[in-house]
């Protein structure tokens, strides 16, 4: 059974409705006829219909009962409508199926498992019908979209020509989302990234709607991405996991690992000749569906890659400043705060006349970092970002507590790595018949900088760390992460957050059970119409008390399917929550205290993959028994909430003088718990405009039964025992405390099942690979790990 | 390195050629100036820039050689250019990277590896320059299409308004694919499938560009999708594989199951009132790449879904005469020759004004089932089909030798089941209200007459038996496969093939190395072009030899990458072909004679799946080694490339009165072998318009290492030793003799890898799923295979 949550459907009152219905085109007087009213609404609602024969043809396709379609039953005077009879038909304009998604005699129950709204009684009065086309106009389709944006993907609005609509406080799908303006203009940074002695000209790419070159202004949808034009082969640079641990001699302070930024040369402004309009057609595509939806609501996108990549200036930095300042330079071109030229190396000044001053930012990964970053400046203008996946410290990505760490799926990678995928200015050969020796210097720098040797944490990491900079954030903040996103780690979202709380600014959190993905298409949230209610309010300035309307924190549960949960803050002791300690001994029992970390060996001599020891070292009986300690608790007798950060404190000792430790926390009991990927509804049933693009619908679904899952994770360097910068030297045999926290996470563990926890050396997935054979043994009596719960589910 | 071969690109004499350039706004003169013409010809070549700052900007970005771009090179006058030159520039405009793609010192290596043409010499006069930047716009690009299709995608003919334009030998994309007028007729046909005594009204679905409305007439690419209008769920009439198989009492003669069409009845036709243009908006959107591909090229494309789909009258027969009928229906209401209306009950008729008359047919296959249908029904107009993965006759796709067989992947799906999830008019409520009896009948009436009792061939399967009218087709015919397509299986494409050899129409075959998949996005072949070249030649009259030009047979090597083979027919003994017959005693060798037949205990007591059981079945150590005879060649020396049909002969006995004998033919030897999906080499690079919609280009490549890979198989009723209607009863333990195909295959079986029979009973993928444990015999000294070979590979 679907569940079409929804959070963006604002209860407006009787006037409300009526003045919006018509604005649409739609009956809309209370006291007008019952009957006529029904007959000229339902005349309206087939807009692919354009006689009245064709549409007396589309109602002859919905069944009113087991006798009338909507045709023969229009046909009769009606006194009253009742529920049933309104919702057969309503089901059907939803997209719903008689005698095979729901029966005609039971309309309502579908209704209410399906969670869609109803109104509380039959329809008498003409008002009740009113209200009833006005509720059932911003319900959900089975098509992801509410009722009226799927009335627009069948051409409701094509006649439609007068500016912007709006309707239940959000921007309707008026505009014409094929008819794009497509545009590059080169925006003048304040950066010489390059070293060239000019300033790094930046292109952006914008699609905007037609309508704009009328004189209607709109607002720009941002994307800062370096992967715009295209990326590297990174095959030859990508490092192998060492197979030996440094032994780390130099300890660092506080201090010695601030960043201080480097002052910026002044340097001269291109000389302009006078103003222009585009002279260059942008012949990449949008990459995001999301910003694809918003065109035909009035909204102009806008793409830019920022230094180093083709068609800019500059080189990269991964995440640098100069990237920061990229993105910050495209915003304050659109604010009207900075000047812009029509080809990259001409004269020609050209304005964002056709932007109305706010700029919001949009993208997943490497692109909703850039959304933080640029955020994290207080560049005016800029509103609010809805920022996904994203890295809010990069140290959080490629290191761990002082070990090199990979993102998930890529081993091996690093800031070095990403720099060569995204320099993209390197597919130009002309561009680079100078640059070449300027761009290895500046690679070689990061390859020092990243330092893989100690993995620890420096200056060139603080300058990548955008939480050091959040008190400057002025705009609202959207940030949606998935709760098994082992590329981008929830660490990220979540320090992010905890940034935010006390600043006066709006901030709403999703967390999605899927891993490194767009939220945007999964069929059980509105997220699509909830951040049209966001960007509506943001940008448009529409009044639809947007931030009291959608929930701070909105959680997909991780055993009922299609379930979200909604919460007032996320993890945060004044929040119901509450932190157990248990200990190692008894409270998690286990037959062994020692192991041998041979992981590297038996992964070799299996040729294993990154997955399939993921996939081992937290089964039951698993190939690397001997390399891990498996403690389990007792199965729960009740449903658990775990939400938060684990923390673990351990005593031990090794028998060398380096050595990486691994815990998990794992889910243990056999279900059918959700795939990784989650299914496809529909290939391409997510209309994202009137004879426009689609993308597909999907949602998370139980798989195939497993014996146990990964709940969250942690990585430490052994000779960092409190942090990532201060170093502590190992004796062999000499024990020792550790302190560190699992990644954030929230788990509905249900009853029976059981609490593991799997501590082990090498994570042959994530850190890097030893071949020395390192004995581990945990003094359990004195090492415990606290976990965070929600009290009450809901609370 | 990719190899990016081509077959659709014309050899134009030099006069054609500057004609051809003149055409396309392309400096054309070979008396002009050597330099003046190499500079505004490149000045062309950057659509995407439209003033002389822009152009010089884009051309600074292409490396000439190790000093100079192409801004600066055309600044100083040049008396020759240099092949080198010349080609490094054309890598770059063909989307290659000068540094990593190729190295400026060595373009012409380059271009030799990855197939693409070159001139002979430098370039010394305009005339050497003008023919080469032909063949250079005639070649093909790293986005799978020529580099003409891809300045076109930038922009290059936006300005150009006149009409068709075509250029070595094929259209060009100067129509606009986003400006679509999308309309839906009613066609009335001579059917009356759901018995109310009105003649079935048909749906159809038309794209057309909008210079239709202008008056420019343009032939239709027309796909009959019975998928088009949704499909319901099957899951609840998605039969058990059968545990029993039926003792056969009654055997049959040819008459017997010779299907003689029944009276049409005479209906009366529906009163016109008028003439009209189009009442509804077609709301379905296009879901063939290939078809989109050809909108911006001036053809109409149009989808209707048949009888019994949403929106049309009539009820599914599972490809019987009533769904050749809906299809053949709309082409002749595309050529003139039948009536349609703007609504599917009103008055008003509709005509294809708009159509040139000439039609072509696409599609995949259940699509392209419908094409091949309506091709053997000689309607005029239709001068082609494209069909792909097409079932040529539904006995070779639901049944085998007597045998109930599925379609590879969709175990207990049968002719009632497909009638169910093609059956959309379901999805009208309003329609069902009176026809759910009559549904209930039909389908009733199938599921009888399908015979899934004894599985042998009957009248019913002989009306959808599309091979016996072949000799009515009298249009050309392109048929596309794939080697691994064990859905609709090679003997379908291959005896159709075998039919046509002697007719007077032109006919092409492609068979490649996927399974049940569209070829166009493959991107090593050139496809897309090559449909291009042939549809210009069918459909708008262009002179283009394209006939010759096009290989008869082109086949998809299995062990070298991106290698297309050229053969003037398939499998047939005048053309370079060998039978070898082997016995399965000396020839073939093995321990044994006798297996037990116990497949499905061991499938389910492993809970095992169909595609797991095919994997297991050719394994050398496999969980069915009691359930199957293993025989092997020594490996051969040389390599060995089977073409044709392979035949079993064998002698048995059996101790049970039914049984079910499959035999498979097996390449062993451990090898990096094609993956069964092709990789995606870009998610969005296959563009098919100016500013329009994307699809994803893909390439088999070597994958995994396997022990073996399938090479074909087959499968018969042991009481069927003969053909699929003649019965022989089973004494057991006597022996007898059965003869039948395997499926076709074009295999190269590289030296030292071997050939394995697999002989076994049950197909848990394919066939019923006996309990009963039935011991086999075979005796190997009287039994054989004749294996084809093709003598000369390239022959």
């Known amino acids: 059974m679907m569940k079409l949550n929804q959070f963006a459907r604002i209860t407006a009152d009787p006037a409300t409705q009526y003045r919006e219905l018509a604005a649409i085109g739609l009956p809309a007087d209370p006291a007008a006829d019952f009957f006529a009213t029904i007959q000229a609404t339902y005349a309206k609602l087939f807009p692919v219909a354009s006689s009245p024969q064709a549409i007396a043809d589309a109602q002859a396709a919905i069944a009113v009962d087991d006798y009338d379609t909507l045709a023969t039953w229009l046909q009769t005077p009606q006194h009253t409508m009742t529920r049933r009879e309104f919702y057969n038909i309503g089901l059907q304009l939803l997209g719903f199926e008689a005698f095979t998604d729901f029966q005609l005699t039971a309309p309502l129950t579908f209704m209410a498992q399906t969670k869609l709204p109803v109104v509380d009684r039959d329809l008498i009065h003409t008002a009740d019908f ?35 609509l709006f309707f239940n406080g959000k921007s309707q799908n008026v505009f014409d989302a094929r008819q794009l303006v497509r545009e590059c203009v080169w925006i003048e940074s304040d950066l010489d990234t390059d070293g060239d002695g000019q300033r790094d000209m930046l292109e952006a790419t914008i699609f905007r709607p037609k309508e704009t070159d009328a004189g209607i202004k709109m607002p720009a949808l941002f994307t800062a991405n370096p992967y715009f034009h295209g990326t590297n082969d990174v095959d030859a640079v990508t490092h192998d996991p060492d197979p030996k641990l440094a032994v780390k001699t130099e300890s660092h302070t506080k201090a010695d690992v601030t960043y201080h ?154 800031a070095d790595v990403l720099a060569v995928d995204t320099f993209s200015r390197q597919k130009a050969a002309g561009d680079m018949l100078k640059l070449r020796g300027k761009w290895s210097q500046t690679l ?63 901030k709403k959190l999703f967390l999605h059970q899927g891993q490194h993905v767009y939220l945007n298409n999964v ?12 960007l509506s309010y943001e940008l448009l300035g529409v ?87 498996w403690l389990t608790q007792a199965p729960a007798s009740d449903t658990r909430v775990l939400e938060g950060v684990p923390h673990v404190h351990l005593r031990l000792w090794i028998d060398a003088p380096t050595g990486i430790l691994s815990v998990r926390l794992v889910d243990l009991g056999p279900a059918k718990r959700f795939g990784t990927v989650a299914d496809v509804i529909d290939g391409a049933g ?36 409190k942090n990532a910068y201060e170093i502590q030297q190992i004796t062999p045999g000499e024990a020792f405390t550790v302190d560190f926290d699992l990644q954030p996470t929230h788990y509905v563990l249900p009853a029976e099942r059981q609490l593991a926890l799997v501590i082990h050396g090498a994570d042959m997935a994530q850190t890097q690979r030893p071949t020395a054979v390192v004995n581990y043994h945990i003094d359990r009596a004195s090492s415990s790990i606290s976990l965070p719960f929600r009290v009450n589910e809901n609370g």
């Open 261 to 414: 930024p480097a002052p910026q040369p002044d340097l001269p402004h291109r000389t302009a000749t006078g103003e222009g309009k585009a002279e260059v057609y942008a012949d990449e595509n949008g990459i995001y569906s999301l910003n694809d939806y918003f065109l035909g609501r009035g909204f102009v996108t806008v793409y830019s890659a920022g230094v180093g990549t083709r068609g800019s200036d500059g080189v990269r930095s991964t995440g640098g400043v100069s990237e920061t300042a990229s993105a910050v330079a495209v915003i304050e071109w659109l604010t009207g705060a900075r000047r812009a030229f029509t080809t990259r190396t001409g004269t020609t000044e050209t304005k964002a006349w056709w932007c109305n001053g706010k700029v919001a930012m949009t993208g997943k990964s490497y692109l909703g970092t850039l959304a933080i970053a640029a955020a994290t400046s207080g560049v005016a203008g800029l509103k609010t970002v809805i920022s996904e996946a994203a890295i809010s410290s990069w140290y959080d990505y490629y290191r761990e507590n002082g070990l090199v760490v990979a993102p998930g799926g890529y081993q091996g990678e690093d």
């Open 686 to 721: 997510y209309q994202l405009g009137y004879d426009y693009k689609t993308d597909k619908i999907v949602e998370f679904k139980p798989a195939a039964e497993t014996a146990s899952k990964l709940i969250t994770f942690g990585h430490v360097n052994l000779q960092n025992p």
């Open 130 to 164: 009113l209200q009833a086309i006005y509720l059932l106009l911003t319900t959900r389709t089975k098509h992801l979209v509410t009722l009226l944006d799927d009335l627009a993907n069948r051409g409701f609005f094509k006649d439609y020509h007068d500016g912007y």
């Open 444 to 506: 070689d720098a990061i390859g020092q900088a990243q330092d893989r040797t100690t993995g620890d944490y420096n200056a060139w990491w603080d300058e990548r760390n955008y939480r050091n900079n959040l008190k400057n954030i002025r705009c609202d903040v959207v940030s949606v992460h998935g709760l098994n996103d082992w590329n981008v780690k929830p660490a990220n979202v979540i320090r992010f957050w905890n940034g935010l709380r006390d600043l006066p600014i709006q």
């Open 543 to 629: 009044d639809n008390d947007a931030p009291a309307q959608l929930p701070n924190v909105t959680v997909q549960d991780n055993v009922e399917p299609e379930t979200w949960h909604t919460y007032a803050d996320f993890g945060h002791s004044a929040h119901a929550h509450k932190t157990r300690q248990y200990d190692l001994l008894g409270d998690f029992t286990g037959e062994r205290a020692s192991f041998a970390d041979n992981a590297t060996g038996t992964f070799k001599a299996r040729h294993q993959t990154s997955d399939l020891f993921e996939a081992e070292i937290i089964k039951p009986a698993s190939l690397y028994r001997d390399a891990r300690l």
């Open 523 to 534: 069929l059980s949230l509105d997220f699509t119409d909830m951040m049209n209610l966001w």
